[in-house]
């Protein structure tokens, strides 16, 4: 919902009959009067450097390192990013993965704005409408720009922020090769004391699904693609699944004994959180997996799923073709391959429910853009814990999840896959308004 365009809002604009043409650009931005309360500038440069380790990495960097500066906003504040693009070959956009922001911000090159070339610039101008961990990439030829280094953390702090919590941002992206958090290869280490709490929180920017686990201390699940859950019961030698371009805010509060906790990220280096010492053995992966269909406790959606105003299946296949005139064997959805696929077509306001199955013999994480979905089921089975609301979802072969969401922000969305090779070999769909 954009208050500040009551004249746009509910489902005027769909049931009149004009239709997309009835909507003017200028719904599909933040109010341009309004004074930016965060006001940052990103110039993206072609650069060599180093990690940490001395290891060089030719790629890219936002003002001077990769990943880029961590974003830090409240809820409400008016974000607005300038992003200058100094010698970034073919373009670049940025696009603020997991944040709901109006259209015209969403940085989809070719659909939402042009990419910007070497010496422009583009401003994007949003409000962050909801508290949790997000993070920001290029949306241009992603699957390089991305993995090359244009990427940071954005981090939103609720209103009435909770006093006394050590927060850390771990942040894990490969670069060539080198597996890292928050851009180095070793240990993140962060001073907490003891009986104190500590919400990591987990981005990541890599193409597959990594596990997360804890050593020294039980943690809580607290936020999953910037959504707290409710009523996160703390849980012990267990691993959380963390979707490729998902996030996962683990909670831990550390032991009264001062012993050091290690959050192991993906099985390479941690977090280690301590005060006297950071000697936190490393742990196993626990064989038990998280699973958040069942995890924490029932609350309200917000939206009846039942009572769908849409209704769409989305079947991920893989079938011989041509894509832009290459043979292969390319990934379908609904049979189509992009740009082949018809969009998904809704008014603001529907309730959307959706039907995933994956038919394709490989897993996707699925990103829907300017939306969070809430989980319903997986494979028939019934969501029992905390509303699972995600933006970024693993769909593994042979799976199929049914998920809901309200249709309260207009315009051109992509929903595609987040391993991104598989976004240029033809898994990608846009959803509309109408
Ligand atoms: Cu994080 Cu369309 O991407
Ligand atoms: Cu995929």
Not at 112 to 137: E, I, K, L, P
């Amino acid at each position: 919902e954009h208050p500040q365009h009551p004249q746009h809002s509910g489902h005027s604009a769909g049931h009149t009959g004009h239709g997309a043409a009835a909507r003017s650009l200028t719904s599909l931005t933040a109010d341009p009067d309004r004074e930016a309360d965060v006001a940052i500038t990103l110039v993206a440069r072609e650069q060599r450097f180093r990690l940490p380790t001395g290891r060089p990495v030719d790629g890219y960097t936002l003002n001077g390192t990769s990943p880029g500066p961590v974003i830090h906003a409240s809820v409400g504040q008016l974000v607005q990013v300038r992003l200058v693009n100094e010698s970034v070959p073919g373009g670049i956009t940025l696009h603020w993965h997991g944040v709901d922001v109006p259209g015209a911000a969403d940085g989809v090159a070719g659909v939402t704005q042009d990419a910007v070339g070497v010496g422009g610039s583009f401003t994007y101008r949003f409000v962050a409408g909801q508290a949790g961990t997000f993070w920001y990439h290029s949306h241009q030829v992603s699957h390089e720009q991305v993995r090359r280094g244009l990427l940071g953390a954005l981090v939103v702090a609720p209103e009435r922020p909770s006093t006394g919590v050590v927060d850390v941002v771990a942040l894990m992206h490969l670069y060539d090769g080198a597996r890292t958090i928050n851009g180095r290869e070793g240990d993140v280490r962060t001073e907490a004391r003891p009986g104190e709490r500590v919400r990591v929180r987990v981005i990541n920017t890599e193409n597959g699904q990594t596990p997360v686990w804890v050593g020294g201390a039980p943690f809580r699940l607290a936020a999953v693609d910037g959504t707290d859950l409710h009523g996160p019961a703390p849980v012990r030698d267990t691993a959380v699944l963390v979707t490729a371009g998902g996030r996962a805010d683990i909670e831990v509060t550390m032991p009264e004994d001062g012993s050091p906790v290690r959050v192991h990220v993906g099985g390479r280096a941690g977090v280690v959180l301590g005060s006297r010492s950071y000697d936190a053995p490393a742990v196993p992966r626990p064989a038990v997996t998280l699973d958040p269909l069942s995890y924490g406790t029932p609350a309200p959606l917000g939206l009846d799923a039942d009572r769908p105003d849409r209704r769409f299946d989305y079947e991920i296949g893989r079938r011989p073709g041509f894509l832009d005139g290459r043979p292969g064997v390319w990934w379908t959805i609904n049979g189509h391959m992009f740009p082949d696929v018809p969009m998904f077509v809704v008014a603001e306001g529907d309730v959307v429910r959706v039907r995933i199955v994956n038919d394709s013999g490989e897993p996707h994480p699925m990103h829907l853009h300017g939306h969070h979905a809430v989980v319903l089921s997986r494979d028939g089975v019934r969501a029992t814990g905390s509303p699972w609301w995600v933006d970024s979802l693993e769909v593994g072969a042979g799976e199929t999840y049914e998920i809901a969401f309200v249709a309260g922000n207009p315009g051109i969305w992509m929903d595609h896959c987040h391993n991104l090779p598989h976004a240029t070999e033809g898994l990608v769909a846009h959803l509309m308004y109408e």
